[in-house]
């Protein structure tokens, strides 16, 4: 018996925090190893354990894995979220890959400069409305079940409610238009490894403030 996969980066959402919503959906328990100095990440990249020098690292069964697709779609295979098939495998790498391009927008905003946080803000206000949420109300309309592929959780409901939940918290009351999604952010919500996760003092982390900003940007000289 392999333990707990173990995550490697800051205390905050960036690119890991997709990790942790996919392992908890799977019902995984896991650890957090946390950088709080440029040391930690020098010492890493040092010994080869950083392959591209990036972060995320996540180790689990025997492997060091870095680059955040391939360590999601490691953990959706293995726990049985990626589809019956290589069809369904195919319509949930392309709900993924969509849904990232949005969660890009989202993760770099905390990021902007002050000045340019209003723009940032309605432009991706402009792209959830216009061009990814309607994709998914018709998706499920279209679909006419509970989850986006087949009718079985998967990979890219996890995404998804994920997404949904980082432009609320910026943009409340984004998803008016769109009752198929307010129903599937109720139904997924509502699922006991997700409701679990949604709750005080699990491993979810909160929006960044400025603290995590200074952390990653002093690690990382950016």
Known sequence: MSGKPRLTYFNGRGRMESIRWLLA???????????ESREQYEKLIKDGVLMFQQVPLVEIDGMKMVQTRAILSYIAGKYNLYGKDLK????????????????????????SPPEAKEKTLDSIKERATNRYFPVFEKVLKQHGQDFLVGNKFSWADVQLIEAILAVEENIPGVLSEFPLLQAFKIRMSNMPTIKKFLQPGSP?????????IETVSRILKQ
Do not use: N, S, W
Request: hydrophobic share 50%.
């Open 88 to 111: 369904e495998r195919a319509l949930i790498d392309m709900y993924v890959e969509g849904i990232t391009d949005l969660m890009q927008m989202i993760l770099m905003f905390p990021f």
């Open 25 to 35: 959906a799977a019902g995984v328990e896991f650890q957090e190893i946390f950088f």
């Open 204 to 212: 979810r982390k909160p929006p960044a403030d400025a603290r995590y």
